[in-house]
């Protein structure tokens, strides 16, 4: 619910970007780079035992095509709380995920961005013993909000689904969003 809501308040806000966007043209064209926090919502089974994720990304850009398609690559640390009712059975989880993938501009300011991936599990639960890493995948839709020079606001919605990393664990999905100052050099 309070996805929906803050989603809600920046709807108005993608759209009048966008309409200013449609006239600008980004500055820059060698490889970009964005340093984010991120948060979401635990969806899923996850949800069950888990409330959200905090973290921070650090990720690259790099041009295929001239403003319209770069590969990207993307790390960071990714808290997901567990909820206080399992707080004494199992410990927050605690992610690196290691993605690379695709960003298209479909407008001057809107993209598509798909990441695939690994990420690594830093802690240990109280359940059966497992693996250290997972398959992650992670669809996205953003916004780029221009300012002035080579720098930019990047916001993007995703949703983030790893793979099983214990044997009694299903996948572990949320929906999150990603905040991120942007710039080139």
Not at 15 to 27: C, H, L
Not at 65 to 84: C, H, Q
Not at 117 to 140: H, I, R
């Amino acid at each position: 619910m309070k996805t929906i809501n803050a989603l809600t308040l920046l709807l108005p806000l993608f759209a009048f970007q966008g309409a200013k966007a449609q006239s600008q043209v980004y500055g820059g064209t060698g490889i970009r780079y964005s340093v984010g926090i991120e948060t979401g919502l635990a969806t899923g089974y996850l949800a069950k035992k888990y409330e959200a994720p905090l973290g921070v990304s650090v990720q690259a850009e790099f041009p295929i095509t001239e403003r319209i398609l770069y590969a990207s690559v993307n790390t960071g640390f990714n808290n997901i709380f567990v909820s206080g009712n399992y707080s004494r059975l199992v410990d927050d989880l605690q992610l690196v995920p290691v993605k690379a993938g695709l960003k298209y501009f479909y407008r001057s300011n809107l993209y598509l961005q798909s990441e695939i991936g690994f990420s690594f599990l830093l802690n240990k639960t109280n359940c059966v013993e497992g693996k250290k890493a997972a398959f992650v995948y992670a669809p996205q839709a953003g916004m780029i909000f221009y300012l002035h020079n080579n720098n930019y606001i990047d916001a993007g919605l995703r949703y983030e689904s790893n793979g099983k990393f214990y044997h009694c664990d299903h996948t572990n999905n949320f929906v999150g969003f990603r905040i991120a100052w942007g710039f080139s050099l």
